[in-house]
């Protein structure tokens, strides 16, 4: 473990970079979800993962981890296994834009958890900010209403905000994570229990379906997906989760643009009012006093 100060500017800049890396992953897997289905880009991804991660890490690998650790990078791979499935089957039935705007809820649902677990204080303001970030819900799925979408909207905007309840554990755990493990471990540690997890499935669901001519995008969403886990980890390692956790925001910006370019998915009005009202929810809900950052133990 290194004493490593703490760079907040640099920590929001990387995480900036890691949200964009991702989000270009998000609109790769939807065009493989809609090509190969779930299962199988799930399956395929992840062994792409496994064996880019091994590649990186085993070569320069230290000690085996503690079990302390290696019980947070095991109980985070369920977590990142669950989110991801839920998010990605997700974004096969509603738009990108629609699906990042609702999973803004996250980091509001991360101070709700805190509450209810560590026994946090919920103030006046958490609670008015709740309201918002709710109400924004209520108008992205009431644009769905109107739109006459269909139940497979409905059903995949719960997915989206069953992922959002995901990612809410994941945001304290990534920050608990890059404390005391290294990006590279991380992202292995990850890679082997998503694969194992998946590979526990193969005798209910049977052998996925051959990639035949996706080969390169699961290549190319193996790459993104290593490489916003590592700046992601680099991010955490040197600043406060709920510092960098607003910019997830900027994915709405991504998700627009990839969403119009790549799929031709409009973004309605309802969508931009909604994301809107949650991150102001999630904004207000947030707010506190900013304290100079420390040094802190970390492993680098």
């Known amino acids: 473990m290194n004493r490593v100060t703490q760079h907040p500017v640099q920590a929001f800049l990387a995480a900036l970079a890691a949200v964009g890396t991702l989000s270009i992953m998000d609109a790769v897997m939807k065009h493989l979800v809609l090509a190969i289905g779930i299962f199988a880009v799930s399956v395929w991804r992840a062994m792409a993962n496994l064996i880019v991660g091994s590649a990186l890490y085993l070569p320069r690998r230290g000690s085996w ?146 990639p035949t001519g996706q080969w390169i995008w699961v290549a190319v969403a193996c790459v993104l997906s290593t490489a916003g886990t590592l700046i992601f980890a680099w991010a955490y390692a040197r600043g406060e989760a709920g510092y960098l956790s607003v910019t997830e925001y900027s994915a709405f910006l991504w998700a627009a643009a990839l969403g119009w370019i790549v799929f031709q998915e409009r973004v309605s009005g309802y969508t931009i009012a909604g994301a809107t009202l949650i991150v102001a929810g999630c904004l207000v809900a947030a707010r506190r006093k900013v304290t100079e950052p420390p040094e802190i133990d970390v492993a680098v």
């Open 65 to 210: 981890p503690s079990n302390a650790v290696m019980r947070v990078h095991v109980f985070r791979g369920i977590i990142v296994t669950v989110m991801a499935f839920l998010f990605f089957w997700g974004i096969g039935r509603i738009p990108l834009a629609q699906a990042i705007a609702l999973t803004f809820i996250a980091p509001l649902i991360a101070l709700l958890l805190a509450s209810a677990f560590l026994h946090e204080k919920i103030g006046r303001m958490s609670i008015v900010g709740s309201i918002a970030a709710f109400g924004g819900v209520v108008i992205i799925v009431l644009g769905q209403a109107k739109a006459q979408l269909g139940r497979e909207a409905l059903v995949g905007s719960i997915a989206i905000l069953g992922s959002a309840l995901c990612y809410a554990v994941n945001i304290v755990l990534m920050r608990h994570q890059a404390l005391s493990a290294k990006p590279l471990e991380i992202t292995f540690f990850q890679a082997v229990t998503v694969m194992a997890l998946w590979l526990l499935t193969i005798p209910i669901v049977g052998m996925p379906v051959w």
